[in-house]
């Protein structure tokens, strides 16, 4: 019989040998394909995950320091004002000081020790220093442990900023070694248990969490922190799978590259803590300064639960708006801490036993300044490029004083409300800005943009260029004062009705004056106290719209003016801080010195970059402008800014401009004491009438400001070439025997009236017959 | 501050060189003017204050070390307290002459003379170095 076997025929067999070959073999194909794809797309992603994670490394933005405060016996400043600052600091207030960022205060003195910090000029140690008072005066400075007395002490800077990256995110970064032991221990227990021993993913834990989210016990992470890290690196929080795919091996890449450490710092430097406004509070050091007013080496395992606890929710656990539920997720925290063995018992129960611990937001350490940062950053971008500043990590020393800025914020909101309610205008109708800075240095001191100081928006001090009204008037009567031999103090000048046509202007040019009455023959500092517009837009034709320019361009204003008549009065427009420029000119006796907000630059690691200089040039005369400046001073004492002796004395000699424009659109003032020069703009941004006249609306905020922060008299330097006579207030001449009529003016030598009336007004012998004939002639 | 390390080495410098003043670097050769530069203050002639005191002889000891940058520094600090103290301007002048910025020393010294007011000596010593600029 034959075999059944031997049917089978050789094609059949070839074909039965043919199909395993093409299962191993083609699915071996395939796998190499695909792996040698995999490994493309690896190499890919490699290179993506090594130019994130340095890039997030060394994406520094440059941090801002506000002026350190200096301290000395003498020196104007009480202890409230010493321990704000210390507050803003970020010091700590403890029974006894033990160690540095702490201090002790009683009703005299204060006890602080400092923390060491790199000045520009070198660094500076720790010190335990005691200042005493005597009301609100420094009394006695001295070394506390040895008791030696010192002349000065100079505190470390509060750090008010950084220029951010682009998308708003702020660092205060941390080296691994300056985080406590007890945040990474939290860390660890409650986000990443095995993260020093997973390669990047953690397999128990994706699986935990793929069983809970398909059992329905909820959604958990299964993220290690490597994963969380580089899901940083991605600007769209898309949840997919393929996005979890992509970093779970962007995970594993940056593993192989990079040590735990280094993974665990940057995660430390970009983990998120909730916004404060517009800016977002990213890492750790940041967060401890916010949430706590410490620096990150200064928090208790309390603190670094807290912190830890809100990882998982930082709105929804905000400690600030939620603390029962910040509370309760920072005791489980503590509880999971200690059960995995980081906490001894005695550590939990003293940890567990501390309340939340959240410094209020009012003193959270940090406080926003935009406008003024706006214009720091605008300096800096003159030396630097925008680059170097978001990713340098650059330390710029600015010379913002916070103290005259809180100030000047609160008295600003406030006072507008108050405007809003007394005028009967709408809530929010009104808006201002204000700059102060320091006549002599040319230091500003403080800028605001908005009532609403601490947001970002439209900077009105650097950007609202609005009409400045009366306030150019000083350019036109220094160009007068500049002319001795035709212009003293005392010349009449003609307040009777003007009519000019402009050139290529249809109508005629028909200034008013605000009380809507013309004051006849009017001495010139009359016209200047008291803001006449018609004797001042007549002097302005009498002496040219090109000189009055240029004087106006060497006070400081650098925006191009219209060469017509009614410049005079104001129609340029001008931000704040260009007014603020031109009467910083007046306010150095003729110094312009350009408004700067930087002192020093220093690098990351604490070496000298730049220092910017204290530059004067003198463009007028010291004589003139003390001529000038007397003229304003009397705008205070009896002319439209008089209201302001209600609120600081008149022995401080205040001088100053108040400023109102057509339909009382805009209301300023720009004046300044010995020590500060400061502009007030108040108006509406759709430039709607607001109602309020300089004196009525910028005037009061200004004084108020002025009235905290214990200025200085103007001092009364008499220059060579200058003397002071009595003058009749209304006849332009010298007035003989003291009377009410009588008014002390400077003249330059030379240019003395020679007339001499007495003070009912009538001509002396002596001087009738020489000059009648002078008079006619004016 | 370390303020005793300062004050010694001033006090000794002023011992052993009585009115001497830093004159690095020329900037005239009129002896003359070598003259008026050679004038040297005393801290307790440029201030009452002790901090100013302080911060200025911090000043001079910078620059008699060459070191120009800091002792500018130095005196902004002390303008930064007694801002109108012409003797602090005065100096900041001669020290741009040193440096050789003749430009910013004779605007400085013109700030200086503002702010002197009626003291004749200091004036005459500014005067007579703005001449020898």
Known sequence: ?778 | MKVIQPLILCALLGMTSGCASYTPGTFGSDSDTNEASDVGYSASQVSDNSAVQTLYDQAMNYAYAGDYDQAEAALERGLRIEPNNAYLWFELARLSASYGNLNKARELASRAQSLAGGDRYLQGHIQKFVNGL
């Open chain 1, 1 to 778: 019989m034959v075999p059944k076997v031997q049917v089978v025929s050789m094609a059949s067999r070839k074909a039965a040998k043919r199909q395993p070959l093409i299962s191993f073999k083609g699915i071996f194909v395939l796998f190499l394909l695909a792996a040698a794809a995999l490994g493309v797309y690896c190499v890919h992603l490699d290179k993506i995950v090594r130019s994130q994670f340095e890039g997030k490394r060394f994406a520094l933005p440059a941090r801002v320091y506000a002026r350190p405060l200096e301290i000395f016996p003498g020196k104007t400043l009480t202890l409230a004002e010493l321990r704000r600052e210390l507050d803003l600091l970020g010091f700590a207030k403890v029974a006894q000081v033990r160690g540095p960022g702490e201090y002790v205060s009683t009703p005299v003195y204060v006890v602080f020790q400092s923390r060491p910090f790199e000045f520009w000029d070198g660094p500076q140690a720790s010190q335990r220093v005691r200042v005493s008072f005597r009301g609100d005066q420094v009394e006695d400075v001295r070394e506390e442990t040895s008791g030696q007395p010192l002349d000065l002490f100079r505190l470390e800077p509060i750090s008010i900023g950084g220029i951010y990256t682009n998308n708003n995110e702020d660092r205060q970064l941390v080296r691994y070694n300056q985080v406590p032991r007890h945040f990474i221990d939290a860390l660890i227990a409650i986000e990443d248990k095995r993260f020093y021993h997973h390669n990047g993913i953690d397999p128990k834990a994706l699986l935990r969490a793929a069983v809970s989210t398909a059992t329905g016990r909820g959604v958990q992470g299964g993220s290690t922190i490597t994963q969380q890290l580089v899901k940083n690196f991605f600007l769209t929080p898309e949840r997919t799978l393929k996005r979890k795919a992509n970093e779970m091996l962007m995970a594993i890449l940056l593993e192989l590259h990079y040590d735990k450490n280094d993974i665990l710092e940057t995660y430390l430097n970009e983990v998120y803590f909730g916004q404060d406004g517009t800016r977002g509070i990213h890492g750790v050091g940041l967060a401890s300064q916010f949430y706590f007013g410490r620096s990150v080496e200064q928090l208790k395992p309390h603190h670094s639960a807290l912190l830890v606890a809100m990882l998982k929710g930082p709105t929804y656990y905000n400690p600030r708006r939620n603390p029962e539920r910040a509370l309760e997720r920072r005791n489980l925290v503590l509880a999971e801490t200690g059960t995995q063995g980081y906490l001894t018992p005695k550590e939990f129960e003293a940890a567990i036993a501390q309340p939340l611990d959240v410094t209020s937001s009012a003193s959270a350490g940090m406080s926003n300044y935009p406008a003024f940062l706006d214009l720091v950053f605008r300096q800096l971008r003159r030396d630097y490029q925008e680059e170097d500043l978001r990713s340098e990590g650059l330390r710029i020393f600015s010379t913002l004083d916070p103290l005259v800025q809180q100030t000047a914020e609160k008295t600003l909101a406030d006072q507008l409300t108050q405007l809003e309610k007394g005028y009967k205008l709408a809530e929010g109708w009104l808006d201002g800005a204000v700059v102060v800075s320091v006549p002599q240095t040319g230091e500003v001191l403080s800028v605001i943009g908005s009532r609403r100081s601490g947001f970002e928006g439209f900077n009105r001090a650097l950007d609202a260029r609005r009409p400045i009204g009366s306030l150019f008037k000083p350019a036109i009567f220094l160009t007068a004062l500049e002319q001795p031999e035709l212009y003293t103090l005392t010349t009449l000048l003609d307040d009777s009705p003007l009519q000019y046509q402009e050139r290529g202007m249809n109508e005629m040019w028909e200034p008013r004056n605000y009380d809507k009455q013309f004051h006849g023959q009017v001495p010139l500092w009359q016209a200047l106290a008291q803001s006449y517009n018609v004797s001042s837009a007549r002097l302005g034709l009498e002496l040219g719209i090109k000189p009055v320019l240029n004087t106006a361009q060497r006070l400081g204003v650098e925006e191009q003016l219209k060469p017509y008549a009614a410049t005079f009065l104001g129609s340029a427009e001008l931000p704040p801080i260009q007014v603020a420029q031109m009467y910083q000119t007046i306010a150095a006796g003729g110094f312009r010195v350009p408004l700067r907000a930087i002192r020093e630059v220093l690098t990351m690691e604490g070496r000298p970059l730049k220092r910017y200089a204290i530059d004067v040039q003198q463009v007028a005369s010291t004589q003139s402008v003390h001529l000038l400046t007397r003229a304003m001073q009397l705008a205070v004492e009896e002319g439209t800014a008089k209201s302001m002796k209600a609120t600081l004395p008149e022995s401080l000699h205040i001088a100053g401009k108040t400023g109102t424009t057509d339909g009382l659109r805009d209301s300023w003032f720009a004046g300044f004491s010995g020590d500060y020069v400061a502009v007030v703009w108040v108006g509406n941004d759709k430039n709607e009438p607001t109602g309020l006249t300089g004196a009525t609306g910028a005037l009061p905020i200004w004084s108020k400001i002025m009235a905290q922060l214990h200025p200085k008299p103007v001092p009364q330097i008499e220059p060579p070439g200058v003397t002071y006579l009595a003058t009749h207030r209304d006849m332009g001449a010298r007035v003989r025997g003291s009377c009410a009529e009588a008014v002390e003016l400077p003249f330059m030598q030379g240019s003395e009236p020679e007339l001499e009336v007495s003070c009912g007004g009538s001509y002396t012998t002596t001087s009738k017959a020489k000059k009648w004939w002078q008079r006619i002639l004016r």
